[in-house]
């Protein structure tokens, strides 16, 4: 008849096996403190499971960049610390009306907040217009969906490029005005032109060729 196994005691276990290991400490303060705890307490049994973690989607990651990239190039920093109103006002000086102004003229380092929606939102048009062009080049797609993609990207472009530099003339006047003084300069100036081997030159300012 074979034997009995003897089982012991979970506590007896616990209490055998840390007297087994302070058995190498004479303090008995240390010996009852490794035993007198776990006579009476029990481990708890956990079943922990680590979370899994899974990467986005690519139009997940694109779409928080594209938002990144319109809060920056849109002054949401500057909107923060500043605190600058949505729109400014301005008074006529001839009928002194007060009418909205939208952007901050003259002053590159500030803007009003709907400026900055503005500009940041025609940036992004143009960065979707370069995306939809690249895409129009993908040989896998149909030729409608390319031309498609190619109509939608260059008018996005477009636009946002006229767009922006149509914001650049509202906010830096000075631009403007130095463009048009230049050009009415250019248009007093009389014009010479010359006859070389056969080849008119034409100048803005007087010449002489020695011939």
Same mark, same amino acid.
């Given at each position: 008849?074979?034997?009995?196994?003897?089982?012991l005691?979970?506590?007896?276990?616990?209490?055998?096996?840390?007297?087994?290991? $302070?058995?190498?400490?004479?303090? /008995?303060?240390?010996h009852?403190?490794? +035993?007198? /705890?776990y006579?009476?307490?029990?481990?708890?049994?956990?079943?922990?499971?680590?979370?899994?973690?899974?990467? /986005?989607?690519?139009?997940?990651?694109?779409?928080?960049? *594209?938002?990144?990239?319109?809060?920056?190039?849109?002054?949401?920093?500057?909107?923060?610390?500043?605190?600058?109103?949505?729109?400014? $006002?301005?008074?006529?000086?001839r009928?002194?009306?007060?009418? /909205?102004?939208?952007? *901050?003229?003259?002053?590159?380092?500030g803007?009003? +907040?709907i400026?900055?929606l503005?500009?940041?939102?025609?940036?992004?048009?143009?960065?979707?217009?370069?995306v939809?062009?690249? *895409?129009?080049?993908?040989?896998?797609?149909?030729?409608?969906?390319?031309?498609?993609?190619a109509t939608?990207? +260059?008018s996005?472009?477009?636009?946002?490029?006229?767009?922006?530099?149509?914001?650049?003339?509202?906010?830096?006047?000075?631009?403007?005005?130095?463009?048009e003084?230049?050009?009415?300069?250019?248009?007093h100036?009389?014009?010479?032109?010359?006859?070389v081997?056969g080849?008119?030159?034409r100048?803005?300012?007087?010449?002489?060729?020695?011939s």
């Amino acid at each position: 008849m074979p034997p009995k196994s003897e089982s012991l005691h979970p506590g007896t276990a616990t209490a055998t096996a840390h007297s087994d290991h $302070s058995s190498g400490s004479i303090d /008995p303060i240390v010996h009852l403190l490794q +035993i007198l /705890p776990y006579s009476f307490l029990r481990p708890p049994r956990l079943r922990l499971k680590l979370p899994t973690l899974t990467l /986005p989607s690519p139009m997940t990651v694109f779409a928080l960049v *594209l938002l990144t990239y319109f809060m920056v190039v849109s002054g949401f920093v500057y909107d923060v610390i500043v605190e600058p109103p949505g729109i400014g $006002s301005t008074q006529d000086p001839r009928t002194g009306a007060v009418r /909205p102004v939208v952007f *901050l003229p003259g002053r590159v380092n500030g803007q009003y +907040i709907i400026e900055g929606l503005s500009s940041g939102f025609m940036f992004v048009l143009g960065g979707v217009g370069i995306v939809l062009m690249d *895409l129009a080049l993908d040989r896998n797609r149909a030729k409608s969906v390319k031309v498609s993609y190619a109509t939608a990207g +260059i008018s996005s472009v477009v636009l946002a490029y006229v767009m922006s530099m149509l914001f650049i003339r509202i906010k830096i006047p000075v631009m403007t005005r130095r463009e048009e003084t230049t050009g009415r300069e250019h248009s007093h100036i009389p014009r010479r032109s010359k006859a070389v081997d056969g080849a008119v030159l034409r100048h803005d300012v007087p010449f002489s060729l020695i011939s």
